[in-house]
Nanobody, 124 residues
Framework: QVQLLESGGGLVQAGGSLRLSCAAS????????MGWFRQAPGKEREFVAA????????YYGDSVKGRFTISRDNTKNTAYLQMNSLRPEDTAVYYC?????????????????WGQGTQVTVSS
């Protein structure tokens, strides 16, 4: 069992930055890969980024590539999503999720545990 708690969301103007955190507990943090997803009202959950258990591999959705950076600190049991050059279309609830070590995945149904989400709103 893994418990995840996101934080760091808020309201920011277009062009601004936010850093989301995902604190994990319940199982050894380095035994699983991490992913970030987002969901805007009326839309399906969208893959944002993923990172492997050691932090040596990352993968990004096309809409955030070059603007967002995923990272993790296994000593703090925490994953991060640094979001720069934010756009109004980035407005969504952002979720972190975990799955067992393996190939980085982009499908939401391939992740086992989820946080409750944190709201990010980007004003124009």
């Amino acid at each position: 069992q893994v418990q995840l708690l996101e934080s760091g969301g808020g309201l920011v103007q277009a062009g601004g930055s936010l850093r989301l955190s995902c604190a994990a507990s319940g199982r050894t943090f380095s035994t699983y890969d991490m992913g970030w997803f987002r969901q805007a009202p009326g839309k399906e959950r969208e893959f944002v980024a993923a990172i492997n258990w050691s932090g040596s591999r990352t993968y990004y959705g096309d809409s955030v590539k070059g603007r967002f950076t995923i990272s993790r600190d296994n000593t703090k049991n925490t994953a991060y999503l640094q979001m720069n050059s934010l756009r109004p279309e980035d407005t969504a609830v952002y979720y972190c999720a975990t799955r067992s070590r393996g190939t980085l995945r982009v499908g939401a149904n391939e992740y086992d545990y989820w946080g409750q989400g944190t709201q990010v709103t980007v004003s124009s």
